[in-house]
């Protein structure tokens, strides 16, 4: 909207809103009086009845009405009353200036409204026109300066040219460019990256740079807007930063008004590690108690601020206290001040504002009051008065010169002639990695001083190798970092660094003596790797670095992307994986019947229900076949005939068949030949199998666990699991997508107490478990505990690949670079693998592993076939016995046939059975004694 239409479209509004309201009496709306109210006007955005700007208005205005003013007969000369207009959009020039019109319609003799770089020229256009006072708490820098609005107000025809514009424009809230331009310059900060969300910015950045005109120093600026790019601009931003800038210390202006794209920044700042030492973040475009402070208020980032509350000044403690604890209706407000954090204790500079500017203006109201004039209100005339009833320009004159200076919340409350704040003064405020909020310096009437030594923590940070002694936080726990448990060869204690030994006690000598440096070994002091799960805030030798009480971290510390965030991380030393720790099983107990595995129950039994069934189908096709009948020779009677396969016969070919035995008997027929050659077929596939398998079972004696990989652990619950707690092994399965991984982790949570604090402690677990518990760890130490104890193995394959131990500093530490090289250079040399072979030694269990080897060479042991001796025994038993009662049973036959003592009988058959001849006499009755077959006969003849 060109600015000349303003003031004409805001007389037609009030032209309006004046004919509405004819039927006022005039004097009612003389502001001489005010003896119906003194309206205060307010302008908000839509829908910010709960902000913290609006609570501020409400809470200044009640605090105002408790100072009504009474003459000497208690008589009420002037009441107050507020009146609040509502815009969508305080960047729009239309509804700003269709707000005010509609306040000054209303008799506002006073507006507390915002301002935008957009909306200031249409602002002082409007105040000026209609003689309003209008006072903002918003951060309005000095340029560009009134004299250039002015000259554009008059191009537009909309100012007079004997009085400068601004006349009614009152800024509460002071300039801190100039404090930002003195600390740069005393810090010699030539090159910055500007980050902001607004054009207001831009002027602020403009003003930096004409204040650094008369200066020895320069300064040059990348700048980037943030509200270029969407969502994601601040993670751009930020990457470009960390790759283009080769500087030690990367200086990051931060001038954002937007709380949104604030909390993103920060959140970005975390997200890619930007809370390094490396990084300084300075807060411009907002006073840095208006930002939200949860990241740095206890340290974790190199950041610096401003303030012009003075935390000591007595006014504003009493404030505080009042504001916080004294007055209960401070907390009868349902707005944005219910939601602060009473033990922080701290107070909103919106409001600290507020209170000033209402205070400002009751003191200008104070003195105006003898000057009170009876005129008609301007507003039915629909044009600037020439004699207003209470001038606006008396009121901003006196905010301006005759209201003399007093101190308030926000410090020495005092307004120049171009309505900007004077005489006020700027707190630097700082916080570090490991500092919390704390002064730093103070600017106040162009006069700088710092309040402590600003840089001391980073210019220490970067002193030369040799300067000052390295402190090597580690992890105690074998092989890795181990305390000597002898003296000294004189019998002496040993001190310092020589009590410890082992692998990383060896590389940080390595690394020390090829650098140049001193060290001191310090274990850490919680026997933690290091994790943020408790209160987000880091433990273990990762919260050391942090917290910067260590320089580096020498130990078996696993590189994660959580970790990468805060520390830096060197190339991997060494890479691991996730294993499987298992108590290594005994020689299982002989089984007598081994012979029997290699085909299950169920076979065995088909086995035998196929015998029987082909020897009884083999007997009755050869009962029906008339090929298998013949006559028998050896027959009395010629007419005899007679078939080979009776039952017992055809059981008998089965049976030495399945044997792979020849027999006595073979099918004639077509259909028993068919019968007996599938029965062949299925035996030599059963014997072959039977065969491959028994050598398989019994051959190479193996040893098995219960679990195989990480997958049978998942699916049971039987044999319990764990890791380490706070390492990153349980961040693993924590943060893992993988499903096994995921439900082996809801294991592990549903049941704490298969957690561990050391590896030590894990390891003794399943040393002393009875096989149902595992224990997840590194694979390098799995294999050394493995060869120590000789009593645990390593199950499956790894769980995880790339992944390995790394040598942690702190983020933008000097010894980064020169450690990284280091690392490489000696596992190019084979220092690493050296130092490994050093310590992880397999000596102790090759012995056991011989021993084992030997075991799986040997052949078939008796112990595994002894049952198929027993089976031969008791047959060759069962058959002697049997031929036993058949020899008696015949004796006794005999003797009763023949009616011959059983005694002589019996002796007479043991002749023929032993010698194989008779020795009687040969009569028939002799005879008697042998069965009539064939042989018997010619053995007779």
């Known amino acids: 909207m060109p600015l000349r239409l303003a003031p004409l479209l805001c007389a037609a509004l009030i032209t309006v809103d004046g004919l509405q309201t004819a039927d006022a ?82 008799g506002a003799i006073v507006i507390f409204g915002p301002v935008h770089y957009k909306t200031i020229p249409m602002v002082l256009s409007i105040t000026d026109y209609f003689e309003v006072a209008y006072i903002t708490t918003s951060f309005v820098d000095k340029l560009p300066s009134d004299r250039i609005l002015h000259r554009r107000a008059l191009f537009n025809g909309i100012a ?121 973040y300075l807060i411009m475009g907002s006073d840095i108690n208006e930002v939200n402070q949860t990241m740095f208020l206890h340290g974790g980032v190199n950041i610096t601020g401003f303030t012009v509350l003075n935390f000591s000044d007595p006014t504003f403690a009493r404030f505080r206290d009042e504001f916080w604890f004294s007055d209960a209706r401070l907390r009868a407000y349902p707005t944005a001040l219910d939601k602060l954090d009473p033990s922080s204790r701290i107070v909103p500079l919106s409001v600290a504002l507020m209170i000033d500017g209402f205070s400002a203006f009751f003191k200008a109201h104070q003195k105006l009051t003898p000057q009170r004039r009876n005129s008609r209100d301007h507003k039915e005339a629909c044009m600037p008065p020439e004699t207003p009833a209470f001038p606006a320009e008396n009121i901003t004159a006196v905010f301006k010169g005759r209201v003399s200076g007093f101190p308030g919340v926000t410090g020495w409350v005092q307004f120049d002639q171009a309505g900007y704040r004077e005489n006020y003064r700027v707190q630097g405020i700082e916080a570090g990695v490991r500092s919390e909020l704390q002064p730093i310096s103070i600017w106040s009437n162009g006069q700088f001083r710092l309040t402590r030594n600003y840089s001391k923590s980073r210019k220490g940070f970067h002193l030369p190798f ?21 003296s000294s060869l004189d019998g002496t204690p040993l001190v310092g660094n020589d009590r410890f030994v082992g692998f990383c006690a060896d590389l940080i000598k390595l690394l020390a003596k090829d650098i140049g440096f001193d060290y001191v070994i310090k274990p850490v002091a919680d026997g933690k790797y290091g994790d943020d799960s408790v209160n987000d805030t880091w433990n273990g030798m990762i919260g050391e ?30 890479e691991v994986g996730l294993s499987i720790m298992f108590l290594k099983p005994t020689n299982p107990e002989s089984d007598q019947f081994g012979f029997m595995k290699p085909l299950s129950k169920e076979i065995w039994m088909c086995i035998a229900f196929a015998y029987l069934g082909v020897s009884v189908v083999l007997f009755v096709v050869s009962r029906f076949s008339p090929y298998e009948w013949h006559l028998n020779q050896e027959s009395d009677k010629a007419d005899k005939v007679t078939n080979d396969f009776s039952i017992f016969n055809s059981l008998w070919f ?31 596939i059963i014997v072959s199998s039977y065969t491959a398998n028994l050598a398989a079972f019994l051959t190479v004696e193996r040893m098995s666990t219960p ?40 294991f592990m949570e549903a049941n704490p107490n298969v957690f561990v604090n050391t590896v030590k402690e894990g390891v003794d ?24 104890n000789c009593r645990t193995i390593k199950v499956g394959s790894n769980l995880d690949s790339g992944r390995g131990y790394g040598i942690a500093t702190p983020s933008g530490s000097d010894l980064r670079e020169i450690i990284n090289l280091k690392v490489l250079q000696f596992k190019e040399k084979g220092e690493i693998t050296r130092l490994k072979s050093t310590w992880w030694d397999a000596s102790k269990c090759q012995d056991q592993n011989q021993d084992s080897k030997k075991s799986s060479a040997q052949s078939l042991e008796l112990r595994s076939v002894i049952g198929l001796f027993y089976i031969l025994i008791v047959g060759t038993v069962f058959g002697v016995i049997l031929s036993i009662m058949e020899f008696v049973y015949r004796c006794a036959l005999l003797a009763k046939r023949k009616k011959r003592k059983f005694k002589e009988v019996m002796n007479e058959m043991l002749i023929l059975s032993t010698r194989g001849r008779i020795v009687l006499d040969c009569s028939t009755e002799n005879a008697d004694l042998i069965d009539s077959s064939s042989v018997s006969r010619r053995f007779l003849k």
Not at 781 to 786: D, K, L, R, T, V
């Open 765 to 788: 677990r399943v040393l002393n478990s009875n096989n149902d518990y595992a224990f997840l760890l590194e694979s390098t130490m799995n294999e050394y505990y493995s060869q120590e």
């Open 25 to 106: 009496s005039l004097g009612d709306l003389t502001l001489a009086h005010c003896g119906r109210a003194c309206l205060i006007g307010g302008i908000f955005q839509m829908d910010s009845q709960e902000s913290a700007s609006h609570a501020a208005f409400d809470f200044a205005f009640d605090q105002l009405m408790l100072n009504s003013w009474f003459d000497p007969q208690g008589t009420l000369l002037y009441r107050y009353e507020k009146v609040v207009e509502y815009v969508e959009d305080l960047e729009d020039s239309f509804q700003m200036s269709s707000a005010i019109c509609r306040l000054i319609s209303r």
């Open 707 to 746: 679990i195989q990989s990480y997958e049978d652990l998942a699916k049971q619950t039987k044999i319990k699991y764990g890791v380490v707690n706070a390492g990153s092994s349980k961040e693993f399965f924590r943060n893992s997508s993988v499903q096994e991984f995921r439900r082996m982790w809801q």
């Open 466 to 486: 040799s300067n000052r002694t390295r402190i090597v936080t580690s992890i105690l726990g074998e092989p890795f970092l181990m305390v000597r448990q002898n």
């Open 654 to 684: 089965t049976l030495s068949a399945f044997m792979q035995q020849g027999g006595d008997i073979s099918p004639r027929s077509l259909s028993g030949r068919i019968v007996g050659s599938v029965w062949w077929f299925f035996t030599l």
């Open 545 to 574: 670095l942090y917290r910067l009480e260590a320089d580096i971290a020498v130990a078996p510390l696993t590189i994660t992307s959580k970790r990468e965030k805060v520390v830096d991380f060197s190339t991997p030393y060494m």
């Open 160 to 280: 007079d040219r004997r009085q400068p514009q601004g006349r009614f424009i009152v800024r509460l809230r002071p300039v801190i460019t100039p404090a930002v331009v003195e600390l740069i310059d005393h810090e010699k900060w030539e090159r910055i990256f500007f980050l902001y969300d607004s054009k207001s910015a831009l002027l602020r950045l403009r003003e930096i740079f004409e204040r650094y005109k008369g200066k020895e120093s320069t300064i040059s600026a990348d700048i980037r807007d943030l509200t270029d790019g969407g969502p994601g601009a601040a993670a751009t931003v930020l990457r470009y930063i960390n790759e283009k800038s080769m500087e030690t210390l990367k200086r990051v202006f931060l001038d954002l008004e937007d709380r949104e794209v604030q909390q993103r920044i920060f959140d970005e700042i975390k997200a890619i590690r930007g809370n390094r030492l490396d990084y300084h």
